[in-house]
Structure formats: structure tokens, C-alpha cells
């Protein structure tokens, strides 16, 4: 069965680091996502790319992130100067239709620990 | 007003219990509606989409009211296997998470 496959399943970096959280897609899926879970919380919307280009993004996703689909395969997530509160598990997920309609299917997460 | 907002929980039933769960929204032009699980530290996988007529898939059936802007979702029979997190999620031009309900099923 097809899945998204995240790379590092856990990251810990200082605070101030840039880090990058690499995410593949499910091979036909044209949609993708970012989300975050910060420990006991709810899974947050970080932001949505499609046709190479930020489709949506919530008020999380500040100038400190940014996405990258650098080769046609990976979608990264970059944090620029990471701060304590960063520290969550991070989701990658993609769906096959161009909108939210269909299903996505998310990989099993990176956590990020900052110290 | 919260965009997706679920029943607190936690919802601690013995097996073969019926257990119900409510998701209210907040867009009134949302046009997708999922219920997912999500296990302890693990990603969210997708338990069943939701459509409009409701339908049903084994133990689990979904209902939505557009109207009431509403989203339920019915175990019957539980199993100790149904111990999770249970994530309401509604699609406009992205999907929102709501903050989960922890159903807990005893022997």
C-alpha cells in the first residue's frame, strides 16, 4: 500500500537552529500539508501547496517557515530559527484530488524537540 | 467560536457498549467531512468519510446535518480495539482538525 514516509522520525535541535523536515508524498497525489501536534493538543493546519505554490496557510505558518518541493518528490518543511514552543510532532500529508475532497493520508509524523 | 469543536470526552465504556460522538463547525461552506482515529503518538488515519444522505461502515455509522452544521459518528459494539483518539475533520480549502475525543473501551 502507498504511504507518505517522513524523514527523521524525531529531530532535536537547539533553540535558534534551522531545521528541515522532509516529507514524500504518495506518488499521484497533487495535494499536500503540513500539520503540527504539539504534545496533548490538537492537530494544527500549517499550510497546504499545490501546483508548486502555498494554497492556504494558517496564522502559524509565519515568516520562519517555509515549503519547498525541491524535486518533484520531496516536500520539505523548513524552520528558520526554531524556538522552544516549536517542539511538536510535525505531520506531512497528501491527498490525490486538487481539493480537500478526498482523503489524505499522513505520514507517521517527525517529532521536533528544541532545547 | 472554535472552526471545529467536539465533545470533550474522555468516554470510558465496557465492550459492546453503544457510544456516540457530536463535531459541530463553523464554516457553513465546508464541503468535506471526514471522522478520523488517532492512535497515542501516532499519525491520524482515516476511519470514514461523511456524506450528506449518512452512511455506515460495519460497527461505525456517520451522520451530517448541513443544516445544523453537525457531524456525528456511532460505534456500536465496541471492541477493546476501538480505544483511541477520535478526530472530527471538516474540508473547505484545507482541513481542520478538531481537538479529538479519547473514547476508552474496558474489558
Known amino acids: 500500500e502507498p504511504e507518505v514516509t517522513q524523514t527523521p522520525s524525531h529531530q532535536v535541535t537547539q533553540m535558534g537552529q534551522e531545521v528541515i523536515l522532509r516529507c514524500v508524498p504518495i506518488s499521484n497525489h497533487l495535494y499536500f500539508y503540513w500539520y503540527r501536534q504539539i504534545l496533548g493538543q490538537k492537530v494544527e493546519f500549517l499550510v497546504s501547496f499545490y501546483n508548486n505554490e502555498i494554497s492556504e496557510k494558517s496564522e502559524i505558518f509565519d515568516d520562519q517557515f517555509s515549503v519547498e518541493r525541491p524535486d518533484g518528490s520531496n516536500f520539505t518543511l523548513k524552520i528558520r530559527s526554531t524556538k522552544l514552543e516549536d517542539s511538536a510532532m510535525y505531520f506531512c500529508a497528501s491527498s490525490e484530488e486538487p481539493r480537500p475532497s478526498t482523503e489524505a493520508f499522513f505520514g507517521q509524523g517527525t517529532r521536533l524537540t528544541v532545547v | ?107
Open chain 2, 1 to 107: 467560536r472554535k472552526e471545529v469543536e467536539q465533545d470533550p470526552g474522555p468516554f470510558n465504556v465496557p465492550e459492546g457498549a453503544t457510544v456516540a460522538f457530536n463535531c459541530t463547525y463553523s464554516n457553513s461552506a465546508s464541503q468535506s467531512f471526514f471522522w478520523y482515529r488517532q492512535d497515542c503518538r501516532k499519525e491520524p488515519k482515516l476511519l470514514m468519510s461523511v456524506y450528506s444522505s449518512g452512511n455506515e461502515d460495519g460497527r461505525f455509522t456517520a451522520q451530517l446535518n448541513r443544516a445544523s452544521q453537525y457531524i456525528s459518528l456511532l460505534i456500536r459494539d465496541s471492541k477493546l480495539s476501538d480505544s483511541a483518539t477520535y478526530l472530527c475533520v471538516v474540508g473547505h480549502n484545507d482541513m481542520r482538525f478538531g481537538a479529538g475525543t479519547r473514547l476508552t473501551v474496558k474489558p
